[in-house]
């Protein structure tokens, strides 16, 4: 484990999103996000959900040091006085009892708000309530994340050779996410229902996380923002002292940030992909 960096080596930002750790399971890069996190200090952290992935640790117990040492320094920045609120997902629902508890100095909630330095007000919820699979058919859930484990299994294997061959990392579940009609079709109908529910409670947007495709946008006026994940996309939300929204992506510890994508606030997003 890295030693600590002081302070005020770390980049200071308002506010931090983070989403699909799925820590407890192999495919999880903890150690890019405590490298991130190191890096990294918000008045802000939002952790919003499947933190902890319950539906793997039930079928066999995977748990590096590294997990730990993230649940650690969470921890450690809530003592430090970084607001930290948990949004307990579909993976980790077994928190979900216990929302509206504080443990730790961690705040558990179902949903919450936050006001941006503009003053826009976000709703932030994990956003499986808007998977109709997870809603009314789970068995069919748990089918796709065994699927969705055995090919993380493969896109190891084969990025081992891709490595040795001098080529760069090439995700399979990412190119048939965007691949597969149904896939594609489900990711935009998911982002204009969780979209639609911040409009219908006057919200000026919302972050969420779930699908594991980090996104800033705008549909219709409202902002939509996803976290990602700490799997493949190594991707965070942050808000920076001006109230700017964007993607940080964190695939290499240590190096800056490899990409960064902002809403165009006058675009919606159909208007953007023509653009």
Request: aromatic share 12%.
């Amino acid at each position: 484990m890295q030693a600590e960096e002081p302070d005020n080596a770390a980049r200071r930002l308002r506010a931090i999103w983070i989403s699909d750790v799925h820590l407890g399971t192999s495919g999880c890069r903890a150690e890019h996000l405590l490298d991130f996190l190191r890096l990294h200090e918000s008045e802000y952290l939002y952790l919003v959900g499947d933190i902890v992935d319950g539906w793997q640790l039930k079928k066999s117990w995977y748990w590096k040091q590294s997990h730990n040492d993230v649940l650690q320094k969470v921890l450690r920045k809530a003592r430090k006085g970084t607001r930290v609120v948990y949004i307990p997902g579909n993976h980790d629902e077994a928190a979900r009892p216990y929302c509206g508890l504080d443990f730790g100095g961690i705040a558990i909630r179902l949903e919450a708000e936050h006001v941006t330095a503009d003053g826009k007000r976000l709703l932030v919820i994990h956003g499986d309530e808007f998977d109709g699979v997870i809603q009314y058919a789970k068995w069919l859930a748990y089918v796709g994340d065994t699927l969705y484990t055995f090919i993380l299994y493969l896109n190891r294997h084969f990025n081992w050779v891709r490595m040795k061959l001098g080529l760069p990392y090439w995700s399979l579940s990412q190119y048939l996410k965007h691949k597969v009609k149904n896939a594609v079709n489900f990711i935009s109908d998911f982002e204009r229902l969780v979209a639609g529910e911040a409009r219908r409670r006057n919200f000026d947007g919302v972050v969420c996380g779930h699908i594991h495709k980090a996104e800033v946008t705008q549909f219709d006026g409202v902002i939509y923002g996803n976290c990602g994940d700490w799997v493949e996309s190594l991707s965070a939300l942050v808000e920076d002292a001006e109230g700017r929204l964007s993607i940080i992506y964190w695939t290499q510890p240590g190096a800056v940030p490899v990409a960064r994508a902002e809403p165009e606030p006058a675009l919606s997003k159909e208007q953007a992909c023509v653009s």
